[in-house]
């Protein structure tokens, strides 16, 4: 408890620090160098699996050489030592931990024994299950991940698969069953080059490549099957340690062991042709093939927005245009007419005779507008909603600090996908895409308070802090129990993609006591410092009956068929974070290049096709848009949530209850995230859109 608590106690005070120092490298910055005879620390993080949604700590493993804690690395280091690990690192299950490996700079070592490691019936079954379930191991040197190495399709170039096998299967011809294999031997292959500049001239060398290559064998070369048997018991030392299908008991009182000796290798091979500061491309070499792809998603999201882009301009350039020209004249008329009318009654003639957007407002001038109706029969549409269309919507308390938490969404995520794209957040910088997109989240508590408050002012609110304090608690708060809901089933199978409590303690620390005071520190500024956004018409007493709408402008099927149009810009290149995130746990997603264009694009659509609904809307003479509005930005929403379910069923081969209440869960988080965000940009769009429409028809 000591020891999570300080673990999540030190992320915290590294992110609120937010120290540059070791935080990422730019090329030629940050470089270990090493002597020949270095000692070079092997650190040993945690195995994961593309089949199934649980990590495991590497020394957690039952069936795997435990640390001795001697002195086995440079820097007073013991094997068995846990490394200080940021926040972001602990959120995505890292545990990484010194190991017993021993690697000097520039001296091979031949097979050089680790341990003999006696397996139970219960370490066998539980090693048999991970090899068969995929799992794959993450070893680390000087900031790179152990690495498998392939070669691409046309055999021009090589490139890495981060992690290694941990064991494998295979079909047996003569009874079709399957034989699984643990990989107890690893060749170690690091690759070097000459250190640049001075360190070069004293012959320090820096390392450009780690590379492990794992195979199953015992003493006499023979390979180790874990297959089920009872053969253990009787021939503790067989050579070949086979286990019969039949024996499949759980109870290890019968004795016997498999003994697994664990050995490896060290070769040290010097490459030129590899620059330290590109050393992580053959990282990404494999997933260069999909770049055509990439563009085909970036021409098709810009062919979608430019068909709205035009949509938004006819309606904006001629239909509203044309409205608000006939509108004035109509109303130009109608105040001739009026003052006409008025002039027996002895009202001077001079006298301004307000506008028709300023009648009925309050119950003053009821004559005056059924007579502005009457004279102005030729008024449909959107322009009749003058006096309704800014009426405070229902639920507005709940309106506002959702359009706040949606900002608040937008800011972390803008800077996220820019920092990315720019290079600062890398894979070098291990866990600090998820550190700094929390600390950007708490940051941004000002201007989810400010927008929240400035909404709910519109809305004619009066209790500011009672809605700062459910915007600074709707999303956290949700996020929070259901982190806390899947950490009791995540822990319950002692795996390392559960959340320390400590971590979990630090979390609620920076949550209530930085987040929280600083949306109320936004919401007091925006409430009483920057006020309310005026409404260019005035609201009358009696709210307008709303005729029958089409059924294609009814709030359900006009969120799911304008969600769709944005759904249409993302899904291409939705698929490749979903292979990245869900798929290939071993791999990187470093597209954010194209994933920030796709994304901008994404938002322009999100914007024009709430403007079109909402216009679409208002002219069949229904003024409840508010609502309306956000629930159409953030229509997609839906639609990103059924790709999720096609994807687990179609494309995942996840087992086990706990992965997928993970996969869902996280899937059902990650869609509120995105429903929030783009709902919030088709609300202010919409927003801007009303009020920039019926301002240009008040007439004085």
């Not at 699996?49 to 590497?58: C, K």
Request: aromatic fraction near 12%; glycine fraction near 10%; charged fraction near 20%.
């Amino acid at each position: 408890m000591v020891q999570t608590l300080g673990v999540g106690l030190g992320g915290l005070l590294s992110l609120s620090l937010l120290c540059p120092a070791g935080a990422f490298y730019i090329p030629g910055w940050s470089i270990k160098s090493y002597k020949q005879g270095d000692r070079v620390p092997l650190l040993v993080n945690k195995v994961y699996s593309d089949n199934t949604q649980l990590q495991y700590a590497y020394y957690d493993l039952p069936f795997v050489c435990p640390p001795t804690g001697q002195h086995k690395a440079s820097g007073g280091l013991l094997s068995g030592q846990s490394i200080p690990l940021n926040l972001g690192e602990v959120l995505r299950g890292d545990r990484i931990v010194t190991s017993d490996l021993t690697l000097d700079m520039g001296k091979d070592k031949a097979c050089t024994p680790l341990c003999t490691k006696n397996l139970s019936r219960s370490d066998v079954r539980r090693a048999r299950e991970m090899v068969r379930d995929g799992y794959v191991t993450e070893w680390i040197v000087d900031n790179l991940p152990g690495a498998t190495s392939f070669v691409t399709t046309d055999k021009t170039s090589k490139y890495y698969a981060a992690g290694f096998k941990l064991g494998y299967t295979e079909m047996v011809p003569a009874t079709g069953k399957l034989r699984y294999f643990l990989h107890n031997h690893h060749t170690v292959v690091i690759r070097y080059r000459k250190a640049a500049g001075r360190a070069g001239e004293r012959g320090e060398k820096v390392i450009v490549g780690f590379e492990v290559y794992p195979k199953s064998h015992v003493k006499s070369g023979l390979e180790l099957a874990l297959n089920k048997t009872d053969h253990v018991a009787k021939r503790p030392d067989s050579r070949t340690s086979t286990l019969e299908e039949e024996a499949d008991d759980d109870d290890d009182s019968a004795g016997g062991s498999l003994p697994v000796p664990y050995t490896y290798s060290v070769y040290f091979r010097e490459d030129e042709s590899i620059e330290w500061a590109h050393r992580w491309d053959l990282y990404f070499v494999n997933q260069e093939e999909g770049s055509r792809i990439h563009w085909l998603a970036m021409v098709n999201s810009l062919i979608i927005c430019g068909l709205l882009t035009g949509i938004v301009m006819i309606i904006l350039a001629k239909t509203i245009r044309t409205d608000i020209k006939g509108y004035r004249e109509a109303a130009a008329e109608d105040g001739k007419t009026r003052k006409r009318r008025l002039r027996p009654e002895g009202r001077a003639s001079k006298d301004k005779v307000p506008g028709l957007l300023d009648q009925g407002t309050d119950g003053d001038d009821e004559g005056d507008v059924s007579g502005d109706d009457e004279a102005l029969e030729d008024v449909t549409g959107w322009k009749l909603l003058h006096a309704d269309v800014f009426r405070k919507p229902r639920a507005g308390s709940l309106l506002a600090p959702m359009v706040g938490s949606g900002m608040q969404l937008l800011f972390m995520a803008v800077g996220l996908v820019l920092l990315s794209a720019l290079g600062v957040l890398n894979p070098s910088f291990r866990g600090g895409f998820i550190s700094v997109g929390v600390g950007l989240f708490i940051f941004a508590g000002l201007f989810s308070g400010y927008f929240s408050a400035r909404v709910f002012k519109s809305f004619d609110g009066v209790n500011y802090r009672g809605n700062a304090l459910v915007t600074a608690l709707l999303f956290p708060g949700l996020t929070f129990g259901l982190v806390f809901m899947l950490n009791l089933f995540v822990w319950a199978q002692a795996s390392s993609t559960a959340i320390p409590f400590g971590t979990l303690m630090a979390m609620a620390l920076l949550w209530l006591c930085v987040q929280v005071p600083l949306v109320l520190a936004g919401s007091f500024y925006g409430f009483l410092r920057a006020g309310a956004w005026e409404h260019p018409t005035r609201t009358a007493a009696i709210a307008r009956q709303v005729p029958r709408q089409a059924w294609y402008t009814q709030s359900l099927q006009s969120v799911l068929l304008a969600g769709l149009i944005p759904f249409a810009v993302i899904f291409i290149e939705l698929l490749f974070v979903f292979q990245s995130v869900w798929q290939d746990k071993s791999g990187y997603y470093y597209m954010f290049g194209f994933l920030a264009v796709v994304l901008a694009i994404l938002m322009v659509t999100v914007a024009e096709v709430t403007v079109v609904t909402v216009y679409v809307q208002l002219c069949a003479e229904n003024y409840h848009w508010w609502w309306q509005s956000f629930l159409v930005g953030g229509g997609s929403a839906v639609w990103v949530f059924g790709y999720c379910v096609w994807y687990y069923l179609f494309k995942l081969h996840i087992s086990g209850f706990v992965s997928s209440m993970l996969f869902f869960t996280y899937s059902f988080m990650a869609c509120c995230v995105y429903g929030l965000l783009t709902g919030t940009v088709g609300f202010l769009s919409a927003y801007a859109f009303v009020r920039r429409i019926y301002g240009a028809i008040k007439v004085d």
